[in-house]
T-cell receptor, first 115, second 112 residues
Framework: DTAVSQTPKYLVTQMGNDKSIKCEQN?????MYWYKQDSKKFLKIMFS???????INETVPNRFSPKSPDKAHLNLHINSLELGDSAVYFC??????????????FGPGTRLTVL | AQSVSQHNHHVILSEAASLELGCNYS??????LFWYVQYPGQHLQLLLK??????LVKGIKGFEAEFIKSKFSFNLRKPSVQWSDTAEYFC??????????FGAGTTVTVRA
């Protein structure tokens, strides 16, 4: 019944490795997002896809590459991991647009630790 | 782009006390406002939202927020907190694009 799910929940890896985080939503939404929450709990949007097209791309290192195989999935691939990438990554989804019913639903988060 | 500021970093209070968390946003045009809550170890959940109409918005779990346009504020309130309200609270704002800008969050600790 999980609306927005992410895997894995925890990810511990060495510097320099490449890793992926997967996100899936079963809400029928057409827009999905990736947020990064740093150690001070500050949440910042990284990417957003609408109908598999990139619509928001904040200032994020190009080591981060989102991929949306279909409307229900938005994966995040990170190359050459660095210590500063350690954070909690949240996926979210919503209907398109900024209307009153287009609230974002968040996944449980993936805690990434880079050693 | 929007910027959102939350005045309190950490609030500690006793059960049954009243809670008010401050939030200010920067955008002068049409804005949608949200309060999210993050319980320990859990994901963000929407408490309430404002799009238009009555500036006093009621949310879940007894929370409410008041939109004051002249002050660019959207403060969150609860008249009587419970231990289970211990969580991180985030104010967020969205203007004409899809971007949701979050404040830095306020940690609320309720002591039994």
């Amino acid at each position: 019944d999980t609306a927005v799910s992410q895997t894995p929940k925890y990810l511990v890896t060495q510097m320099g490795n490449d890793k992926s985080i997967k996100c899936e939503q079963n809400l029928g939404h057409d827009t999905m997002y990736w947020y990064k929450q740093d150690s001070k709990k500050f949440l910042k949007i990284m990417f957003s896809y609408n109908n598999k097209e990139l619509i928001i791309n904040e200032t994020v290192p190009n080591r981060f590459s989102p991929k949306s195989p279909d409307k229900a999935h938005l994966n995040l691939h990170i190359n050459s991991l660095e210590l500063g990438d350690s954070a909690v990554y949240f996926c979210a989804s919503s209907h398109q647009g900024a209307g009153p019913y287009n609230e974002q639903f968040f996944g449980p988060g993936t805690r990434l630790t880079v050693l | 782009a929007q910027s959102v500021s939350q005045h309190n970093h950490h609030v500690i209070l006793s059960e049954a006390a009243s809670l008010e968390l401050g939030c200010n946003y920067s955008y002068g045009g049409t804005v949608n406002l949200f309060w999210y809550v993050q319980y320990p170890g859990q994901h963000l959940q929407l408490l309430l939202k404002y799009f238009s109409g009555d500036p006093l918005v009621k949310g879940i779990k007894g929370f409410e927020a008041e939109f004051i346009k002249s002050k660019f504020s959207f403060n969150l309130r609860k008249p009587s907190v419970q231990w289970s309200d211990t969580a991180e609270y985030f104010c967020a704002a969205r203007s004409n694009d899809y971007k949701l800008s979050f404040g830095a969050g306020t940690t609320v600790t309720v002591r039994a």
